[in-house]
C-alpha cells in the first residue's frame, strides 16, 4: 500500500506540477536597508525542448536593523526585468507568465 502511495504521489509531481521553465539560478543580494531577489529561468518549447530564451525575474524588499537582526519586510511583487508591467506575487507565476509572452510554455 505505501508502495502505491508513493508512486501515486511521484506521478502527480511529474505530471501535475511540470514546470514550463528551468531555473538557471536563484540569488539575493543586499544587506542592511534593502535586499532584492533574482530567479533567471529558461523556457520550454511545445515539445518540452529547452529553449534558448531566458526570463529574469527580480523583486525587492526594505530592511530594518542590523547584523543578524536585519528584518526584511515589504516585499514588492515579482517582475519581469525586460517588461516590468505585470507584477506577481509568485515568481513560478512570473516565469510561466514571461514565457508565454515570448511563445514559449
Known sequence: MKKIFFVLIAA???FG???AY????TKEFGKDDAKNQNVIVKCTTDTGKISEETCSLRRYA???????KTLCNSWQPWRDLRDPSGSYSDWKMAASACCKKKGLR
Not at 22 to 25: D, H
Request: net charge positive; aromatic share 0%.
Open 12 to 14: 502527480i509531481s511529474l
Open 62 to 68: 526594505k530592511c530594518t536593523g542590523k547584523d543578524k
Open 17 to 19: 506540477n511540470a514546470s
Open 22 to 25: 528551468q531555473v538557471l539560478s
